[in-house]
């Protein structure tokens, strides 16, 4: 095969795990763009997407566990994984900033995620090769 | 095979306005890629003729598709989704 | 793209934020509305009885943003009864077809 030249790419998913299949359809996309030898600049999490970033999803044992695959992913990988703080704040992910800014009961963003603004995904379409992105299917 | 202008990437069920929308916009130099309940377009028989078109075989698979795709379709696993999406000119995802 | 109609769903807020993002970072954007979303550009919308805030005050502060344009599907106008004279100000109406996308670098939906 021959070898392209290393590109990279922002990743934006606005489907929530387990109403949608954006979580998943996204891994597998990042998994083949790193094995292929590309760059995953940054994955943001907008909208409903914001979920995936919980650190309290408890899915049954026999169900892929989206949160969890995708912070390892992320960890093995050194990739940031950001969520809005707009969507975040309205949907009740908070970390612990938020947390006490708010004085909240509990911070729940899953680690590596962290809270950001929307210009951590304009400054991700602009450094990128390729912006995608990951909707919900209705 | 010439260059892929847009890369239509569709998710949503042929029933979906969007998806009315992203078949309506494609001019002949671009490519369809099919993924999640977009593969569903398979089951139809109503697939573009003017433009490539690809489906994302997990996707496939997993409706139960795999026996239904004909010679106007390509079969593309995710490194093949990464492949076209930086072959392609732009990515639109519907 | 807006293609989401106002109020029952809140992909078009978010758009409406991710085209603010891109003028605040000075990337040229426009907002393009098609389908059932050309009804966030009907005038006279009061929100307040749903608990919500109208974004008619929002889209007309568009320009002093930066946004370059708004623009409406002539076609899903028709549909929907919006003319002139009931868009709001500062709309453009446009028939959406292949040639508009490749106008643009980037085309994205917020959901």
């Given at each position: 095969?021959?070898?392209?030249?290393?590109?990279?790419?922002?990743?934006?998913?606005t489907g929530a795990p387990y109403s949608s299949q954006a979580p998943?359809?996204?891994?597998?996309?990042?998994?083949?763009?790193?094995?292929?030898?590309?760059?995953?600049?940054?994955v943001f999490l907008y909208g409903d997407g914001v979920h995936l970033a919980s650190a309290l999803c408890a899915p049954p044992s026999d169900e892929?566990?989206?949160?969890?695959?995708?912070?390892?992913?992320?960890?093995?990988?050194?990739?940031?994984?950001?969520a809005c703080i707009a969507s975040a704040l309205r949907r009740g992910l908070v970390n612990e900033t938020e947390q006490k800014r708010y004085e909240l009961p509990a911070a729940n963003v899953r680690v590596p995620f962290e809270i950001a603004g929307l210009g951590e995904w304009v400054e991700g379409q602009?450094?990128?090769?390729?912006?995608?992105y990951f909707h919900a299917g209705d | 095979m010439t260059a892929i202008q847009t890369l239509h990437i569709l998710n949503k069920s042929p029933d979906h306005p969007r998806a009315a929308q992203c078949l309506e916009l494609m001019s002949a130099d671009d490519g369809l890629l099919l993924i999640g309940g977009g593969v569903?377009?398979?089951a139809t028989g109503t697939l573009p003729t003017a433009t490539r078109v690809f489906a994302l075989s997990p996707d496939v698979d997993a409706r139960g598709l795999g026996n239904l795709s004909s010679n106007n379709v390509s079969a593309v696993d995710f490194a093949g989704m990464v492949t076209l999406s930086l072959q392609a000119q732009r990515v639109i995802s519907w | 793209m807006i293609d989401q109609?106002?109020?029952?769903?809140?992909?078009?807020?978010?758009?409406?934020?991710?085209?603010?993002?891109?003028?605040?970072?000075?990337?040229?954007?426009?907002?393009?509305?098609s389908g059932a979303g050309v009804n966030w550009l009907r005038q006279?919308?009061?929100?307040?009885a749903i608990g919500q805030k109208s974004v008619e005050k929002n889209l007309s502060a568009a320009p002093i943003f930066g946004i370059e344009a708004i623009l409406a599907d002539r076609a899903a106008c028709k549909t929907f009864g919006l003319d002139e004279s009931s868009l709001i100000e500062g709309v453009t109406l446009v028939d959406v077809d292949a040639a508009l996308l490749t106008d643009y670098h980037h085309t994205a939906f917020a959901g």
């Open positions: 095969m021959a070898e392209t030249a290393s590109e990279s790419f922002t990743l934006v998913i998943q359809t996204a891994l597998g996309f990042a998994q083949a763009a790193v094995n292929a030898g590309h760059r995953i600049d940054r892929t566990h989206w949160p969890e695959e995708w912070s390892r992913f992320l960890v093995d990988h050194s990739i940031p994984g950001v602009i450094k990128s090769t390729r912006t995608l | 569903l377009l398979l | 109609p106002p109020y029952g769903a809140w992909t078009g807020r978010e758009a409406l934020d991710m085209a603010f993002s891109l003028a605040a970072f000075d990337q040229p954007a426009s907002l393009l509305f006279g919308q009061e929100a307040g």
